[in-house]
């Protein structure tokens, strides 16, 4: 063969060898996905009174505070629960909505305060008492406030003579004994030779202890009034029975 025939030849062959070589696997490689923007996380909102992030109990809370301090008190929430502490104290995990503050001090009058609660708010309430404590009662004090006991002293009797308009001015001593219990008054005068004693029952009012008596002919109406720890305002008004007294003794009896 010529040599032109042997390069035809061999052209042919490297054909037909490359028709049959697999042709190279090209591997695709997936396209990513764009990513998404990150969502920014929520953030707590925090109290002036908390720290850092600190986060509170469930609800509200309140401060409660008095001048002056150290005073009892019983908190009503707005679901009617009770909480009882001493001032300055926080009560924590309160419902919002109204809320009643009760202080109770030793001898004095108890005080209320009322207050609206907000969701997740820590509120200070601080109240001015400004009722003064009263200062406890001594027995001996107590006693002396009643008119239990025996009082004397002398009266000045005026009384006029047969209804007339001129006027007798005599002194009488009296003696006034009260039970214990102030239910019953005992009356005794020494302005006759035998003096007469007079129980019956009394009844006070106020400072004043009244009580009445009569006997065959006429009617007495008497009164005690305090003055002072051991003396009082003795006044008896009598006169004959179905007419208006005219008679009367006044005077200031001690105990």
Same mark, same amino acid.
């Given at each position: 063969?010529?040599?032109?025939?042997?390069?035809?030849?061999?052209?042919?062959?490297?054909?037909?060898? %490359?028709?049959?070589?697999?042709?190279?696997?090209?591997?695709?490689?997936?396209?990513?996905?764009?990513?998404?923007?990150?969502?920014?996380?929520?953030?707590?909102?925090?109290?002036?009174?908390?720290?850092?992030?600190?986060?509170?109990?469930?609800?509200? #809370? %309140?401060?409660? #505070?008095?001048?002056?301090?150290?005073?009892?008190?019983?908190?009503?929430?707005? #679901?009617?629960?009770?909480?009882?502490?001493?001032?300055?104290?926080?009560?924590?995990?309160?419902?919002? *909505?109204?809320?009643?503050?009760?202080?109770?001090?030793? *001898?004095?009058?108890?005080?209320?305060?009322?207050?609206?609660? &907000?969701?997740?708010?820590?509120?200070?309430?601080?109240?001015?008492?400004?009722?003064?404590?009263?200062?406890?009662?001594?027995?001996?004090?107590?006693?002396?406030?009643?008119?239990? *006991?025996?009082?004397?002293?002398?009266?000045? %009797?005026?009384?006029?003579?047969?209804?007339?308009?001129?006027?007798?001015?005599?002194?009488?001593?009296?003696?006034?004994?009260?039970?214990?219990?102030?239910?019953?008054?005992?009356?005794?005068?020494?302005?006759?030779?035998?003096?007469?004693?007079?129980?019956?029952?009394?009844?006070?009012?106020?400072?004043? &202890?009244?009580?009445?008596? *009569?006997?065959?002919?006429?009617?007495?109406?008497?009164?005690?009034?305090?003055?002072?720890?051991?003396?009082?305002?003795?006044?008896?008004?009598?006169?004959?029975?179905?007419?208006?007294?005219?008679?009367?003794?006044?005077?200031?009896?001690?105990?």
């Amino acid at each position: 063969m010529n040599s032109p025939l042997r390069f035809l030849i061999l052209l042919l062959s490297i054909f037909v060898i %490359a028709q049959r070589s697999p042709a190279p696997i090209v591997e695709e490689k997936p396209t990513p996905a764009p990513q998404q923007p990150a969502k920014p996380k929520p953030k707590h909102s925090t109290n002036s009174s908390e720290s850092g992030s600190a986060r509170r109990s469930p609800g509200s #809370d %309140a401060l409660i #505070d008095s001048t002056p301090d150290g005073v009892e008190f019983d908190l009503v929430d707005a #679901d009617g629960k009770h909480h009882s502490g001493k001032t300055p104290e926080t009560v924590s995990s309160l419902p919002a *909505g109204l809320t009643k503050v009760r202080f109770k001090r030793a *001898g004095a009058t108890d005080q209320t305060r009322e207050f609206r609660l &907000l969701p997740n708010q820590y509120a200070t309430q601080a109240f001015n008492l400004s009722e003064k404590a009263h200062s406890p009662t001594s027995p001996s004090q107590a006693s002396n406030n009643t008119f239990a *006991g025996t009082w004397t002293g002398t009266v000045r %009797a005026t009384c006029p003579p047969g209804g007339g308009p001129s006027a007798s001015v005599s002194s009488s001593d009296y003696t006034i004994r009260v039970s214990s219990n102030e239910k019953t008054v005992s009356t005794t005068w020494a302005g006759l030779r035998i003096p007469p004693a007079h129980e019956t029952s009394c009844s006070r009012h106020g400072n004043t &202890l009244s009580w009445n008596f *009569g006997e065959e002919w006429q009617r007495s109406t008497c009164s005690l009034t305090l003055k002072g720890r051991n003396s009082a305002t003795f006044k008896r008004t009598f006169g004959p029975k179905g007419v208006p007294p005219k008679c009367e003794d006044v005077g200031l009896l001690s105990r």
